[in-house]
């Protein structure tokens, strides 16, 4: 669907964020999202306690920072699989709002699912959850052009349910010009970034934008692949 221009940083290893000082983001409160998310509550499968109990913990963050509109979109069911009928769920999606100068909207997303009862999913991708909150708190600092959605997607590693219940639901789709994507933010020394998703491509001015930044952070040698 032609809905976000989007930049997929599957940042399997995503430094700037958990590993440099040299903006706001501050790397000690993102751990400590983290600890919470991936510890304090622990795997989050699709539909559990502890996938809705970490979806609240991000909704009191933004409520926190001062979003004006925090909430979750359930979902009840999902599609079946090799011909089985829908399956019921109890998932959604953490939502919240930072209100910009326009009404055009940037979504912030990340998943706040593990893949099962036995995974913290601490990388894949709590971190990414707790980059994302923390995002929250330092881009409520400041005056924004755009309106900022912050999403948290339930379901995920159940075959994109969250995000795809997301895209055909949220009702401002249509005012959406940019969706980032962070995943697997673990702080580790390589960065990759993700720039084609199946028959769709990220523009080349928002690759070029992105790398222009990840340059100031210290980065080299990033490949511009076409």
Not at 58 to 86: H, Q
Not at 195 to 223: I, M, N, T
Request: with cysteine.
């Amino acid at each position: 669907m032609k809905l976000f221009a989007s930049l997929f940083l599957a940042l399997a290893f995503f430094c700037p964020l958990f590993g440099q000082s040299q903006t706001p983001f501050s790397t000690d409160s993102a751990a400590a999202y983290l600890r919470i998310i991936a510890v304090d509550i622990g795997a989050r499968p699709m539909g559990s306690a502890n996938e809705r109990a970490a979806m609240e913990f991000a909704l009191r963050k933004f409520r926190e920072f001062g979003l004006s509109e925090t909430y979750i979109m359930p979902f009840r069911e999902y599609p079946g699989f090799m011909g089985k009928g829908p399956t019921n769920t109890r998932s959604g999606v953490a939502v919240g709002v930072l209100r910009g100068a326009t009404s055009r909207i940037i979504v912030l997303g990340a998943h706040i699912d593990s893949a099962n009862p036995d995974v913290p999913g601490a990388n894949d991708d709590g971190s990414g959850s707790a980059a994302v909150i923390e995002l929250a708190r330092v881009l409520s600092q400041r005056k924004n052009q755009s309106t900022i959605v912050f999403a948290l997607f339930g379901g995920e590693e159940a075959g994109v349910q969250g995000s795809t219940y997301f895209v055909k639901n949220f009702a401002d789709t249509s005012r959406v010009a940019l969706m980032l994507q962070l995943d697997m933010a673990n702080g580790s020394t390589l960065l990759i970034p993700t720039l084609d998703a199946g028959k769709r491509s990220s523009p080349e001015w928002l690759v070029r934008a992105s790398y222009e930044e990840f340059e100031k952070l210290g980065y080299a040698g990033l490949h511009f692949p076409t």
